[in-house]
């Protein structure tokens, strides 16, 4: 349904009602006057006062409240309606609104704000790898070095990702050309630190490209944490058979992220809706598309040439010597 025009006299809000904890039920819902996904509008604070203390009553939930349009002056009034979810207001119209998913789920998505919030929290963290290297590497050649290398490590894992052809699951995941491996290669290359850093900017850079999900914590987990893991890498950085190492390292790492994730906010798709099924499910589901890139990537890293080459290509993404 598309929203009513701006009208100084005919102002707009919307109320979002939550279940109270330890309720069964995922959402309730208030239905009253015109329904809109994700909530319900009110065409007077009069009717939305009731209505908040009808509902709160009845559905023992909490509910949250957001001015869509009107004058400053018939909005000023709910404000204290506002005053314990803040949080909500703030987060639901400046960097994300509510919206639904091809499968009408309640999802969020990020508003331009949002996006460009995430774009420059993905610059610190990379500036972040960059300045925490070792006190012996801060040079400006080294620092450009670790830039260019990070890039383009962080380009071919984006290009392997999404533009070339994978196979694809129905409920998220893929089968890529060895994009982990490029992500793993910059904790290979730079260390524990430079690693997990870049590997949290390229989760956001994967949430950037889909800008939407359920809840702030199941973004944190499946994309900054999920895709960081893979900077585990960095701490075989100096071991032998480190890039091995920490190729396997990093993707167990995300493995387990994938399935906390799994388990967590997406049981509903379990066919057994009990905590060994939904384990299992969760356990399965990420295996088939994390598990096959995985064996593929560590068959051809034990090529011995290829080895060779990965080590090569070490010594010249590490060298103080910009020239090489």
């Given at each position: 349904m598309k929203r009513a025009q701006k009208n100084a006299s005919n102002p707009h809000y919307l109320i979002r009602?939550?279940?109270?904890?330890?309720?069964?039920?995922?959402?309730?819902r208030f239905c009253c006057k015109t329904y809109v996904p994700g909530g319900t509008v009110f065409q007077d604070a009069a009717d939305l006062s009731?209505?908040?203390?009808?509902?709160?009553?009845?559905?023992?939930?909490?509910v949250s409240c957001r001015v869509l349009f009107g004058t400053p002056a018939r909005k000023a009034p709910m404000?204290?309606?506002?005053?314990?979810?803040?949080?909500?207001?703030?987060?639901?119209?400046?960097?994300?609104?509510?919206?639904?998913?091809?499968?009408?789920?309640?999802?969020?998505?990020?508003?331009?704000?949002?996006?460009?919030?995430?774009?420059?929290?993905?610059?610190?963290?990379?500036?972040?790898?960059?300045?925490?290297?070792?006190?012996?590497?801060r040079t400006a050649k080294t620092a450009t070095k670790q830039l260019v290398f990070s890039g383009a490590a962080l380009a071919l894992a984006m290009v392997t990702s999404e533009f070339i052809p994978t196979i694809s699951l129905p409920f998220g995941g893929s089968v890529t050309l060895f994009s982990m491996l490029f992500v793993v290669l910059i904790g290979y290359w730079y260390g524990a630190k430079a690693g997990l850093l870049t590997g949290f900017a390229y989760g956001l850079l994967q949430f950037v490209i889909d800008p939407k999900f359920y809840s702030p914590i199941q973004l944190l987990v499946d994309y900054p944490l999920a895709f960081g893991a893979l900077g585990l890498s960095g701490f075989f950085s100096e071991k032998k058979h480190g890039l091995l190492k920490g190729y396997i390292a990093g993707v167990l790492g995300r493995y387990v992220f994938a399935f906390l994730s799994?388990?967590?906010?997406?049981?509903?798709?379990?066919?057994?809706?009990?905590?060994?099924?939904?384990?299992?499910y969760s356990l399965g589901y990420n295996a088939s598309y994390i598990m096959p890139e995985a064996a593929a990537t560590v068959a051809i890293l034990a090529?011995?040439?290829?080895?060779?080459?990965?080590?090569?290509?070490?010594?010249?993404?590490?060298?103080?010597?910009?020239?090489?």
């Open positions: 009602t939550m279940p109270a904890k330890g309720s069964t039920q995922r959402k309730h009731a209505a908040i203390g009808v509902f709160s009553r009845g559905a023992g939930g909490s404000l204290s309606l506002l005053a314990k979810t803040k949080e909500d207001f703030f987060m639901f119209d400046f960097f994300a609104f509510p919206t639904t998913n091809s499968w009408e789920e309640d999802i969020f998505q990020l508003t331009t704000p949002g996006i460009i919030t995430v774009a420059v929290l993905m610059a610190a963290l990379i500036a972040a790898a960059i300045l925490l290297r070792p006190r012996t590497k799994g388990a967590v906010f997406f049981a509903h798709y379990a066919p057994a809706q009990t905590p060994l099924g939904i384990i299992t090529i011995p040439a290829v080895k060779n080459a990965f080590v090569r290509i070490k010594t010249l993404a590490t060298s103080c010597d910009i020239s090489n």
